[in-house]
């Protein structure tokens, strides 16, 4: 087993060994129990489910929250020459029944899929006659900490799962107290869970605040700080976001905005460019 783990990790990501942890990971998916992983943004939660995607019969389900994860996830299998595919945004029924077509017949091993779409009855159906090694829910904190309102379907995955003959499950998140760790449990419906958490402290990252009443001049002086650096600025709305781009538009700044509010096409287009 771990040669064939060694094996496929140097044929597909070219790597010699496993970063701490991923192995035994990526044993326990391969020994199909359910895994709960807490391991820090950069620590390579992504290889814990497409390595043994590779080594499993069947296709790997992958839930994640986000187009632009899985946009990036799925550019980056290609690249290697892994089949994978999404099933996400904007799909009209006769779309989605083509794509499901694909990936019943078409040897694909990772499919990306929107928390949403596990509760379309067409697609529940298709997926109970495929052969599914495991599912991976990523940002699996997610089902805790914002299941109630940012993403409600996250909490039906459990209902999901169940329907799929309790297929096994992969969790994954970068951050878990106690309390949401016990929340993923309880919630996917998890079975003598294998438990592997890793360290998050983050020595690279640091967190400062200011109480500052201008807050565009207090940017502009950051920004003038790191000319050369590519920055992400969070804020609490979408008309928040287009005032900001504009207004360091303005001061020369080469900006954007990016929100739920953009069409597929325009989100795609800013997150490339980005």
């Known amino acids: 087993l ?17 970063r701490p942890l991923q192995s035994e990971i990526i044993q326990s998916v391969l020994k199909k129990n359910d895994t709960l992983t807490v391991l820090s943004t950069g620590a390579g939660k992504s290889l814990c489910y ?20 899985m946009e990036d996830q799925l550019l980056e299998l290609k690249t290697k020459g892994i089949k994978a595919m999404g099933l ?36 529940t159906e298709r997926f109970a006659q495929i052969e599914l090694s495991f599912l991976a829910v990523d940002e699996a904190h997610c089902i805790s900490q914002w299941g109630h309102d940012f993403r409600p379907s996250y909490r039906s995955i459990g ?20 309390k949401v760790i016990e929340d993923i449990r309880t919630n996917l419906l998890l079975d003598n869970v294998q438990e592997y958490l890793g360290p998050v402290v983050r020595s690279a990252l640091a967190i400062k605040r200011y109480y500052y009443v201008n ?52 989100k795609s287009k800013r997150l490339k460019y980005f």
Not at 3 to 11: A, G, H, P, R, S
Not at 89 to 111: A, F, M
């Open 2 to 18: 771990i040669q064939e783990i060694q094996d496929t990790l140097k044929k597909y990501w070219g790597f010699e060994q496993l």
């Open 50 to 69: 497409q390595l043994p995607a590779m080594l499993l019969p069947g296709v790997c389900l992958v839930v994640s929250p986000l187009i632009a994860l």
């Open 159 to 178: 209902t999901f799962r169940a329907q799929m003959n309790k297929l096994p499950i992969l969790a994954l998140t970068a951050t878990a107290t106690p």
């Open 215 to 266: 807050k565009v001049l207090l940017l502009s002086i950051a920004l003038r700080r790191n000319p050369q650096k590519c920055i992400l600025i969070y804020v609490r709305s979408r008309s928040k976001a287009e005032k900001l781009s504009q207004q360091l538009k303005t001061e020369g700044y080469d900006c954007s905005y990016y929100h739920a509010g953009l069409s597929p096409e325009e």
């Open 88 to 123: 996400y945004g904007p799909l009209s029924e006769d779309g989605l029944i083509q794509r499901l077509d694909n990936i019943s017949y078409g040897n694909y091993k990772i499919v990306f899929i929107a928390p949403e779409r596990l509760q379309n009855p067409i697609v």
